[in-house]
């Protein structure tokens, strides 16, 4: 007997954009969510930009099970699901290069495997909905993550920003939505993502398909004369220390942080109310590593900041 998946099987050829790119693979089919019935023959589908042939291994909760075969590197590859594997889902499937461990890929999430066409497995699923990618959010405004599920656990709700985490937003319900006010002490930028994941079985996750942005209220990239604010920092490049010159035309409360670029708060230098004046601050750096940071003074309606590279 032979089952074949209802999406159509494609040839993945090596084109030519692809030769000029770093050697890759990408596991196509199984890819989350396929129920795969015991004894019935499927086609594992792949893509790849080189030549050499693959191995295709069985993994089962993340942890190797059993080398399946190694194959000639032409996209597809029919197998016969073992009528020893148990009938539950958490298995994926992981494509190598046999010249190169290093150049490998392995389904975006688990199948199931079952002893019948009886699908009676149910496949737990998170799928974020908004945002999706587009969307611009302004520090201080509510906004509703949006998101489907089937699970009975909370989930945890993450922002990422250049696909690295720097805020967990919480622990709530799997409800489908979660009202969230970006925070203010988050870094302009358009690289933003939301996570959703489960808080039993992180492997059951979710992100925004694309980027979204997020906007601090007002923002300057260099010393400049704005909305009261003078704004400079010396030395840059700086090593041990560092003066922090500001004037304000009137008295306010202000807040001066250093963030790395990744938008996470590194160091908070200031947080407290200033008279109107101009003033002439030092202020030790020494516990950072040399890297590239951001200075930000911000008030009640304003942000500016400056980059400053600490040597080391």
């Known amino acids: 007997t032979r089952a074949f998946n209802n999406e159509v099987f494609s040839d993945w050829s090596v084109t030519a954009s692809f030769l000029a790119s770093s050697p890759y693979v990408e596991v196509v089919v199984p890819n989350g969510d396929e129920i795969w019935t015991r004894e019935l023959d499927y086609f594992i589908?792949?893509?790849?930009?080189?030549?050499?042939?693959?191995?295709?291994?069985?993994?089962?909760?993340?942890?190797?099970?059993?080398?399946?075969?190694?194959?000639?590197?032409?996209?597809?590859?029919?197998?016969?699901?073992?009528?020893?594997?148990?009938?539950t889902c958490g298995y994926s499937i992981l494509i190598k290069s046999i010249d190169n461990d290093g150049v490998f890929d392995v389904s975006n999430r688990s199948f199931a495997v079952s002893d019948s066409f009886c699908t009676n497995i149910t496949i737990p699923f998170i799928a974020v909905q908004i945002p999706d990618g587009g969307e611009i959010w302004e520090e201080g405004e509510e906004h509703t993550i949006v998101w489907d599920d089937n699970l009975d656990e909370d989930v945890v709700i993450e922002l990422l920003k250049a696909d690295v985490v720097v805020e967990t937003i919480g622990t709530v319900g799997s409800n489908g939505s979660?009202?969230?006010t970006v925070p203010g002490e988050l870094i302009s930028g358009?690289?933003?993502?939301?996570?959703?994941?489960?808080?039993?079985?992180?492997?059951?996750?979710?992100?925004?398909?694309?980027?979204?942005?997020i906007r601090a209220i007002q923002t300057v990239t260099k010393d400049i004369l704005y909305s009261g604010i003078e704004f400079s920092v010396l030395?840059?490049?700086?090593?041990?220390?560092?003066?922090?010159?500001?004037?304000?035309?009137?008295?306010v409360a202000i807040d001066i942080s250093l963030f790395n670029l990744m938008g996470q708060k590194v160091l908070s230098l200031v947080n407290n109310y200033r008279e109107a004046g101009t003033y002439h601050e030092e202020y030790t750096i020494g516990?950072?590593?040399?890297?590239?940071?951001?200075?930000?003074l911000r008030s009640k309606d304003t942000l500016v900041y400056q980059k400053l590279y600490i040597s080391r």
Do not use: R
Request: one cysteine or more.
């Open 45 to 87: 589908q792949w893509k790849s930009n080189f030549s050499g042939d693959v191995v295709l291994e069985l993994h089962k909760d993340n942890e190797y099970l059993e080398t399946i075969d190694m194959a000639e590197n032409n996209g597809a590859y029919e197998w016969e699901v073992p009528i020893a594997l148990d009938s």
């Open 178 to 180: 979660y009202n969230w």
């Open 190 to 213: 358009q690289d933003y993502k939301i996570v959703v994941k489960s808080s039993s079985n992180s492997e059951i996750v979710d992100q925004s398909n694309d980027n979204f942005e």
């Open 235 to 251: 030395p840059n490049p700086a090593n041990d220390q560092v003066i922090i010159s500001y004037t304000l035309s009137e008295g």
């Open 287 to 296: 516990e950072l590593a040399g890297n590239t940071y951001l200075v930000c």
